[in-house]
């Protein structure tokens, strides 16, 4: 009997202030970061693969490589990551998607194994699962289709699941990843600097 598969929401929608530019636009190694969670999720055997665009989206959708994604744009963008969330779920839902791995486009330390950890805790009966390193929940998050319409209904501004996870903690299973890779941010060219050239910064 074949597993369930769970989708992927790539949410790469951000105007990036804080690193001057659209971080889905952003190279590292010389690959576009949007290209490579997206190349992360298939390589965890997630599908459809979502991904969410929005500032500069025709720009980013020219430039990357995702035929092998679902593409939407969210135009509400500037209002946060809650309204891209939506966006990505909604497209979920019309692919009858049994689950959700939400990935965000500035974190390239998160690799395929981090994915399949969090999809093996939902085969298993979790209707949530949170990556976390140190103890500390952080991304990627999986949310299982029965929650929904409740996180949609909770996310706004810059708030995407988090406050649903809070209130339901007793779905919740944190998964520890510490062994598996980085849950570093890249918000700001210093950021990327730090991830390029490790040796200069140690």
């Known amino acids: 009997m074949s597993q369930p598969i769970a989708a ?35 390589a965890a055997e997630c599908a459809p693969v979502v991904v969410v665009l929005g500032a500069a989206a025709d720009e980013v959708a020219h430039a990357a490589h995702l035929d092998d994604a679902v593409v939407i744009v969210n135009d509400d963008y500037a209002t946060g ?25 500035d974190q390239p330390g998160v690799g395929s194994e981090t994915v399949r950890r969090l999809v093996h805790v939902w085969r298993d009966g979790a209707r949530a699962a949170v990556a976390s390193y140190g103890n500390q929940p952080r991304n ?11 996180v949609a209904a909770s996310a706004h501004g810059d ?30 060219p210093d950021d990327l600097d730090r991830l390029q050239h490790p040796e200069g910064n140690s």
């Open 81 to 105: 990551i809650g309204s891209s969330l939506r966006c990505g779920l909604t497209a979920l839902a019309d692919h009858s998607a049994l689950a959700a791995v939400v990935l965000l486009v």
């Open 159 to 188: 708030v995407g699941a988090r406050d649903w996870l809070r209130a339901h903690a007793d779905d919740v299973v944190l998964v520890a990843c510490d062994d598996l890779g980085s849950d570093i941010d890249i918000d700001t």
């Open 140 to 150: 990627p998050v999986l949310l299982d289709a029965t929650t929904w319409s409740e």
């Open 8 to 42: 992927a929401v790539v949410l790469a929608a951000g105007e990036g202030k804080r690193f001057g530019g659209p971080k889905a636009l952003v190279r590292l190694d010389d690959e576009l970061l949007v290209d490579r969670v997206v190349k992360v999720a298939h």
